[in-house]
C-alpha cells in the first residue's frame, strides 16, 4: 500500500519506501506489540500520532500485533479514531484470538483469516533456507520440524534455527527428536506395536521409561491420537499424507490384518479421554489407565466380512413358492 509504484498486491521491493520497509527503518511505519503495550496511554499516543500527515510514504501505517491483548479502555480509546480515520491513515491489527477482540472494533475493520501453510510449502521453504545457510539437514528432518511447526512458517524456522545452532553435523531425524523435546521414532513405532499386540508389559514398561526420562506425557499422548488417526485414514484409503516416506511405510504394515473397525475404536476411545488427561494430575497413571482400556475391549471386526464369510458357510438359502392361500392359510 506504500509502493512508489502501487498501490497493488506486490511490493516492487527496488523503490526507496520499500526498501525503508524492508530494512525497518521506514518513518511512517510503525509496528506496535499491543501484548508489552497494553494500557489507555498507549493508544492515546498512537491517535496523536496518527494526526500528523506522512512524511514519505502514501500512508501511516500502524500495525498493532496481538491486539486482542488490549485493555478494555484502550480499545475504546482506539474506537473513535477506528470509526473515522484520517484519509492517511491505515491501521492493521492482528490476532490469533478473535473472539477476544470487540464486535465494535470487528464490525469496523476489513477482516482477512489467514490458513496455515501446507507441510510440503514449509519443507520447501527450509529446505532454500537451510541450502543459503549451507545447513546440512536430511529431508525427513525437515517434515518432523514442518509438523510440529503445525503451519507457521516462524515456527518453523526457529525450530531450524535452534536445532542448528546446536549442531555442526548433518541433521537427522534423531538430532531434531533430541533438541525439540519429541519422543524418538523408534520408541513410539514400538509403542504403536505393543499396544496393537496388546502387549500391556512391554506398554507400561515404555510409558514408565518416558517418563523417567522427563519427557512431556501430553506431547507422547498427542503423538499417539496422531499416529493412530493416520493409521485409520490409511486403512481407508487415503495415502495423501504429510509423512516421511519410512513412517507411511511402517504405519501400512502394521494395520495390514487390523480391520478399520478397530483403528476407529481405538481412535475414539482417544480423543474421549484426552480431557481427562489435560486435568489429571497423575498424567502418567492417566495414560496407563487408557491405554490399558484400549487394549482390554474386545477386538471389533469388520462387519461385512462376517456377512461374507457366514454366507460362504451356509451356503444360499433355499426360498419355496407358495401361493397367496397357502400362505393366508399358514398366517391365519
Given at each position: 500500500i506504500n509502493c512508489e509504484k502501487g498501490l497493488s498486491s506486490t511490493p516492487c521491493n527496488s523503490c526507496k519506501v520499500c526498501e525503508d520497509i524492508t530494512a525497518s527503518r521506514a518513518v511512517d511505519v510503525f509496528e506496535i506489540d499491543a501484548a508489552s503495550h497494553t494500557g489507555v496511554d498507549n493508544i492515546r499516543d498512537l491517535i496523536e500520532n496518527s494526526r500528523y500527515a506522512p512524511g514519505i510514504a502514501r500512508f501511516k501505517t500502524f500495525i498493532i500485533d496481538e491486539v486482542h491483548m488490549l485493555s478494555r479502555s484502550a480499545f475504546n480509546a482506539l474506537l473513535k479514531t477506528l470509526e473515522e480515520p484520517p484519509d492517511h491513515v491505515v491501521f492493521i491489527m492482528a490476532t490469533t484470538e478473535l473472539a477476544k477482540v470487540p464486535v465494535t472494533v470487528l464490525s469496523r475493520c476489513q477482516r482477512y483469516d489467514f490458513r496455515r501453510i501446507p507441510v510440503e510449502q514449509i519443507v520447501s521453504h527450509l529446505r532454500s533456507v537451510a541450502e543459503r545457510e549451507r545447513i546440512r539437514v536430511t529431508d525427513d528432518a525437515l517434515m518432523i520440524i514442518a509438523i510440529q511447526a503445525d503451519g507457521s512458517m516462524r515456527d518453523a524456522q526457529g525450530m531450524l534455527e535452534h536445532v542448528s545452532a546446536a549442531s555442526t553435523e548433518m541433521i537427522d531425524v534423531e538430532a531434531v527428536e533430541k533438541m525439540l523435546g519429541l519422543v524418538e521414532r523408534s520408541t513410539m513405532h514400538d509403542l504403536l506395536t505393543s499396544v496393537i499386540a496388546r502387549d500391556v508389559a512391554i506398554v507400561l514398561d515404555m510409558i514408565g521409561r518416558v517418563y523417567q526420562y522427563g519427557?512431556?506425557?501430553?506431547?507422547?499422548?498427542?503423538?499417539?491420537?496422531?499416529?493412530?488417526?493416520?493409521?485409520?485414514?490409511?486403512?481407508?484409503?487415503?495415502?495423501?499424507?504429510?509423512?516421511?516416506?519410512?513412517?507411511?511405510?511402517?504405519?501400512?504394515?502394521?494395520?495390514?490384518?487390523?480391520?478399520?473397525?478397530?483403528?476407529?475404536?481405538?481412535?475414539?476411545?482417544?480423543?474421549?479421554?484426552?480431557?481427562?488427561?489435560?486435568?489429571?494430575?497423575?498424567?502418567?497413571?492417566?495414560?496407563?489407565?487408557?491405554?490399558?482400556?484400549?487394549?482390554?475391549?474386545?477386538?471389533?471386526?469388520?462387519?461385512?466380512?462376517?456377512?461374507?464369510?457366514?454366507?460362504?458357510?451356509?451356503?444360499?438359502?433355499?426360498?419355496?413358492?407358495?401361493?397367496?392361500?397357502?400362505?393366508?392359510?399358514?398366517?391365519?
Open positions: 519427557q512431556d506425557l501430553n506431547l507422547l499422548y498427542r503423538t499417539l491420537i496422531e499416529s493412530f488417526r493416520n493409521m485409520m485414514v490409511l486403512k481407508a484409503g487415503y495415502t495423501n499424507l504429510a509423512l516421511p516416506r519410512e513412517e507411511k511405510e511402517f504405519l501400512t504394515e502394521i494395520i495390514r490384518d487390523l480391520p478399520f473397525e478397530e483403528l476407529h475404536r481405538i481412535v475414539s476411545v482417544l480423543i474421549r479421554s484426552e480431557e481427562d488427561l489435560k486435568f489429571s494430575s497423575l498424567p502418567k497413571v492417566t495414560i496407563e489407565t487408557v491405554l490399558l482400556r484400549v487394549m482390554s475391549a474386545p477386538r471389533l471386526v469388520d462387519l461385512q466380512q462376517i456377512i461374507q464369510t457366514a454366507a460362504s458357510r451356509q451356503g444360499p438359502v433355499p426360498i419355496r413358492q407358495s401361493s397367496q392361500a397357502s400362505l393366508a392359510e399358514k398366517y391365519k
